[in-house]
């Protein structure tokens, strides 16, 4: 360490045997100590674990090998031999700096909570794939989790930012907060600490007090002051017996209350060896009522070295941890880009793009009709119009150090050891007329879909069909996951109907009826508070999420001469505010505070042939729409001016192109991660992402502002009072 540099001790921890220490530092530092019984602690290893500080450690066996687990102010979770030192597993996923780790296992399944400054709370399995499950903490701060001793309950202690603090219990299933506990008194100025012991009881330190619980009751049990000297946040640990808990005091110090069975054990342990480190043991009872195992507590004084350099760290002493540079925007990149000389950019030959084309297996292929990148960007998942899903996943390589969906490497066909594929059920389907769809749970856990006939709810690591739930007829055409509970599910109906269903007990709760025709697509918008439907009659009606009334129903624009026939289909842009609109006829940009189009693109030109399919790129400043003629286009978003053209000649083969003329994307999706990555499916069953090349790095430039004025391609339906910045906004 380097002198006159500030450093602290975050965290210290044993392992489950006793044999080490483990010890992290503010300053990206972990070090490990064998601990041999005589009093004694020898460095073992030191380990540059993360970029800033190390927030939290613990001790873990994955593969029976004992293994450090660490997480930091780099966002990120890691997992080390603590034998070697080496990293075994790297685990990225959170926006914010990781806060808590708490490693677990449920029979042979070995995983880890993590939980971020900003409150999200995520689980990973040793395997770098990814995040399986993305909850929210209340409070949206700093948590700790931790299991009760028999592995059986999961709980969480947090605080917000506001001060307030939430101990809970959680469904682990569901994602779900079980109960809340109920007992803390006044706003905080950091993070309250917690533990759990014997299966029964919690503690937190909160009030300069020590607060007890009982795990089956969300009032208080008792409390105690210790007799006094206690922070306002004293940090709570309880020995594995559950008879003692070490508190922390306001003078750097610590006590050690004991229950009755504790203070026997202590007498019974005490030696000479540890007399010039305790004063006797006071006596006096504290009062409590309820269970005993909690309610005789007396403290056991303890000294600590004044001279030690530990400092509470920002994290712990509650500083706002999220006061760090942020980098500017390039702005002066993109006023040189407008600067220069713009055309459309025409992607004709291999030097302008990477691509990779996604390998099949023995079965048959079919159209794809529906495509989806996992939302931890690892995988693509695909639907065939006979029902039947495919998975590819990336793994972690030299070629692919992120371990993320690319074009470097080619992923694989994943498949269970049992060999199941995830089959729609298609008993008296006509797969001809029947209408596909599909939807993903926000941790990649499972999958909805249905081709014509139930609806199935698939796990994803057994691909096993969980459930299948809305018989037809009506057939489900269109399914969307309500943004802030997975258990809730719109479904559009073949018979114009929206169905709001509740997974859980298996119940239509409401139905929505506005709409003529089927329903062709659903989106929810959290900032607004509504749900927007898109019919088969060329309509869109807007739903309030909270009462799920009809808030407003307008037509959309078919251009002259076009039956307003098809499927429409819309999707929030990040903002949630404006929305992207696309029909074989268009591409249209929405304000759907109000409903009101504010840009629309019609086929011409270099792109005359009817739209299959549009996205917008996960920063939203880009679209790609997909052509039954096999051109992709590449749009600015807040212009809807084409920037680039992918011609099919590029990414299909001379050999394909002469065997099937009519080869063209049905489907475009958009990696939720890489702005300028797209995967697209065939008709001919094959699965393709391309990416630019690395020297161009994007595809083509942003057209320059023309302060609203068409190109021949874009058509805007504002008046003409309006600034540019408010059309682009």
Known sequence: MVNDTPISVSCVTWSPDGSFVGVAFSKHLLHLYTYPGSNDLVQHLEIDAHIGGVNDLAFAHPNKQLCIVTCGDDKLIKVWDSMTGQKLFNFEGHDAPVYSICPHHKENIQFIFSTAVNGKIKAWLYDNMGSRVDYDAPGHWCTTMLYSADGSRLFSCGTSKDGESFLVEWNESEGAIKRTYVGFRKKSAGVVSFDTTQNHFLAAGEDSQIKFWDMDNINLLTSTDSEGGLPSLPRVKFNKEGNLLAVTTADNGFKILANAVGIRSLRATETSTFDPLRTPILSTGIKASGSSAVGNVSPVSCKAERSSPVRPSPILN???????????????????????????????????????????????????????????????????????????????????????????????RWLPNSGLLMTNDITGVNLEEAVPCIALSKNDSYV???????????????????????????????????PKDNNIIAIGMEDSTIHIYNVRVDEVKTKLKGHQKRITGLAFSTNLGILVSSGADAHLCVWSIDTWEKRKSVE?????????????????????????????????????????????????????????????SCNSQSVYATFCDGNIGVFDADSLKLRCRIASSVYLSPAILKVNQTVYPLVVAAHPMEPNQFAIGLSDGTVKVMEPSESEGKWGVSPPVDNGVSNGRTTSSTTSNQSPDHLQR
Not at 365 to 390: E, F, H, M
Not at 452 to 457: E, F, P, R, T
Not at 585 to 610: C, F, G, H, N
Request: net charge positive.
């Open 318 to 412: 509650g500083v706002d941890p999220l006061g760090r540079s942020v980098k500017k925007p390039r702005v002066m990149d993109d006023a040189i880009d407008k600067a220069k000389a713009w055309q459309l950019a025409e992607i004709m030959d291999s030097a302008q793009y990477r691509l990779v084309t996604l390998p099949e297996s023995t079965e048959a292929s079919s159209k794809v009709v529906r495509l989806l990148y996992t939302n931890a960007a690892v995988g693509i998942l695909a639907l065939g119009s006979n029902g039947v899903q495919k998975l590819w996943k990336w793994s972690r390589s030299e070629q692919n150090l992120s371990g993320k969906a690319t074009t470097n490497v080619a992923p694989q």
């Open 448 to 482: 909805m879909s249905a081709t014509g006939g139930k609806v199935s709810l698939f796990n994803m690591m057994t691909f096993k069909a969980m459930t299948t739930f809305m018989s037809s007829p009506p057939a489900s055409t269109f399914l969307a996951l309500h």
């Open 556 to 616: 959309i624009q078919i251009p002259a001469g076009k039956a307003p026939t098809g499927d429409t289909r819309v999707q929030f842009h990040s903002d949630q505010i404006h929305m992207l609109l696309f029909h074989e006829t268009q591409i249209a940009i929405y304000d759907a505070s109000k409903m009101e189009r504010i840009r629309q693109w019609i086929p011409q030109d270099v792109l005359p042939a009817p739209i299959s399919c549009a996205t917008y």
